[in-house]
């Protein structure tokens, strides 16, 4: 199992990134894809969570309304759109997945809000 992460950065609050974590190893369409996030000092989260069919997404009440999680199957890759993000959106996120009872990580990637 790969997982690899990208697209984080440097952006003011208010603003977008869009991450990304091409997945391979694994029947990518048969998982349900999650994002996590850890802050300095903090325990990491669960930021998102979507099915592998695409039907159902759950987000953290944190980032509810600003944050969207999608798939594209024929790609590998789930996506984690963020919108209004606010300085205490600032920690490595991660993707990941649960298979055969394992959570496999990728190594992360850094999102920094701040003006």
């Known amino acids: 199992v790969q997982l690899v992460e990208s697209g984080g950065g440097l952006v003011q609050p208010g603003g977008s990134l869009r991450l990304s974590c091409a997945a391979s190893?694994?029947?990518?369409?048969?998982?349900?894809m999650s994002w996590y996030r850890q802050a300095p000092g903090k325990e990491r989260e669960s930021v998102a969570t979507i099915s592998n069919t695409i039907s159902d997404t759950t987000y953290a009440n944190s980032v509810k309304g600003r944050f969207t999680i999608s798939r594209d199957n024929a790609k590998n890759t789930v996506y984690l759109q963020m919108d209004s993000l606010k300085p205490e959106d600032t920690a490595v996120y991660f993707c990941?997945?649960?298979?055969?009872?394992?959570?496999?990580w990728g190594q992360g990637t850094q999102v920094t809000v701040s003006s």
């Open positions: 990941s997945v649960v298979r055969y009872g394992r959570r496999y």
């Open positions: 190893g694994f029947t990518f369409s048969s998982y349900f």
